[in-house]
């Protein structure tokens, strides 16, 4: 009788371990694989899962303004290897140029397209990214801004050297893109980067993977998370302490500009108010309460309109 006890403990104990294992591999794909897994983890749906909500519309408008514009495609090499897109738009007599980065599993032209219509005509060319792993931009896996940073920095440098010389140039990023321009501000940029607008980023990769695998998918952090770093590291090159944007703000000069819906579900308001704390330089904090998660500005249009506006000029008087 011992001896089936220990035999069945023993399969228990592996079917549980083999079970851990494999879905832990299947959270690592769904958050970092290209390609979604056929098979994903359930969670449930919100009212921003059938094209967010009202203001989808607004955002197709925003897309279709853009794409009915004479815009240029634009192409990098990152560095590691990887073909990277972007579409500028060239607004004459420009007086600066607006870098915009997407956010998680985002598409630049429908992230930005309604804003970049707001940008232009105040004197504004635009780049839209893709980033990495998204849409026209070749890569294999999303990393939480680890190495989007990097590509955020070249395609600065880009604009510096051949799209626009002799512009200030904003690094503005949603969701993750948020967080990729954050973590950029410890990268070499050329000086003619003057500020940083950051709607709804998260803190690091650790505490938005957490957050999600609890709220949507009621997992615990152990033993989940480690294994999921493990596999972060070992398959996409990367550790959640690379997208750590607290620590990166530590250092970082440039002003920023934090913006964050007050109803964030995706993305909780208190990660802004953390990199806003941990951001040693000139900085603001602007919360709209009604906004769900990258809706801020849509929500309030011409209150974050303004914001803008002034931390623009701001930035240009430096």
């Not at 035999?7 to 494999?22: F, P, S, W």
């Not at 140029?97 to 309604?114: A, K, M, P, Q, S």
């Amino acid at each position: 009788m011992k001896k089936d006890t220990l035999g069945t403990v023993v399969l228990l104990g592996a079917g549980i371990t083999a079970g851990i294992l494999t879905l832990s591999d299947l959270l690592f794909r769904f958050a970092c694989q290209r390609n979604l897994p056929k098979h994903r983890p359930r969670r449930k749906k919100t009212e921003d899962d059938h094209g967010m909500g009202k203001y989808g519309e607004l955002m197709k408008e925003g897309a279709h303004w853009f794409r009915s514009m004479d815009y240029k495609e634009v192409v990098i090499e990152s560095g590691d290897g990887l073909r990277l897109t972007g579409y500028f738009l060239k607004k004459p007599k420009a007086k600066q140029t607006i870098l915009c980065v997407h956010g998680y599993r985002g598409h630049g032209i429908e992230d930005f397209g309604y804003i970049a219509k707001f940008y232009y005509k105040h004197d504004s060319n635009v780049l839209i990214i893709d980033q990495r792993a998204n849409t026209k931009s070749e890569g294999n896996y999303i990393t939480f801004g680890a190495k989007e940073c990097k590509d955020v920095a070249q395609w600065a440098w880009k604009i510096h050297d051949d799209i626009a010389p002799n512009k200030p140039i904003i690094l503005d990023g949603v969701s993750m893109g948020a967080t990729s321009v954050l973590l950029a501000t410890g990268e070499l940029l050329p000086k003619s980067v003057k500020g940083v607008i950051a709607d709804c980023g998260f803190t690091s990769a650790k505490e938005e993977i957490e957050y999600v695998a609890r709220n949507m998918f009621h997992l615990p952090k152990y033993p989940f998370l480690p294994l999921i770093e493990f596999l972060c590291h070992r398959r996409a090159g990367f550790t959640f302490e690379d997208t750590n944007v607290k620590n990166r703000l530590k250092h970082n000069k440039l002003p920023i500009l934090f913006v964050h819906g007050g109803r964030d579900d995706f993305v909780p308001t208190i990660m802004s108010a953390k990199n806003y704390i941990a951001c040693k330089s000139k900085k603001y904090l602007e919360i709209v309460e009604d906004a769900k998660h990258a809706m801020s500005y849509m929500v309030e249009e011409k209150r974050c309109q303004k914001w803008l506006l002034e931390f623009i000029d701001e930035c240009l008087k430096k």
